[in-house]
């Protein structure tokens, strides 16, 4: 009996895998097309908690924050994507770790990586207002969606 149950948790989490892959990437496009009405018509105000913090990670937590608190809706919405994005990436490394398969643990390490890098050149962008970090932030985008997509054609 133990055994049974012992190879079923491999496969349970690699369709836990699966599912929550085709999560991340429905969530991926929501958040590129509330991206882009945020890039079109919203305009964050020069003068914000985070905005040209001396330290790095305490502008991007004072941005966020600020975001999630007092932020046009789109921007909000944005960010509480983001996050959501966010914490699914580090399930998935985790479920992927307790699956043993290297092709998942590959692509959740790529999705998470691509995701955080992102959100922080997106928090970045809202603190400092350079161009770069919105390219960065579209990068990051971009190697999520190919390392989940590519993770999930070859797992199959």
């Known amino acids: ?39 079109l018509f919203v305009t964050v105000p020069s003068q914000h908690p985070g905005t040209n913090a001396n330290d790095y990670f305490t502008g991007v937590a004072r941005g966020v924050l600020w975001a999630l608190g007092n932020a046009t809706l ?10 959501v994005l966010a914490v699914v990436s580090l399930w998935m490394v985790w479920l992927a770790v307790r699956a043993r398969r290297r092709v998942w643990i590959v692509a959740t390490l790529v999705g998470a990586s691509g995701i955080f890098a992102a959100g922080f050149n997106g928090a970045s962008f809202m603190n ?16 999520c969606a190919l390392g989940y997509g590519l993770g999930a054609y070859v797992a199959r």
């Open 1 to 39: 009996m133990s055994t049974t149950v012992a190879t079923s948790a491999p496969g349970t989490r690699e369709r836990s895998l699966r599912r929550l892959t085709a999560l991340q990437i429905g969530l991926l496009a929501t958040q590129f097309l509330v991206g882009m009405v945020v890039n």
């Open 74 to 83: 789109m921007l909000r919405l944005h960010v509480v994507i983001g996050l």
């Open 128 to 143: 400092y207002t350079h161009n770069f970090s919105s390219l960065l932030m579209a990068i990051g985008f971009l190697i």
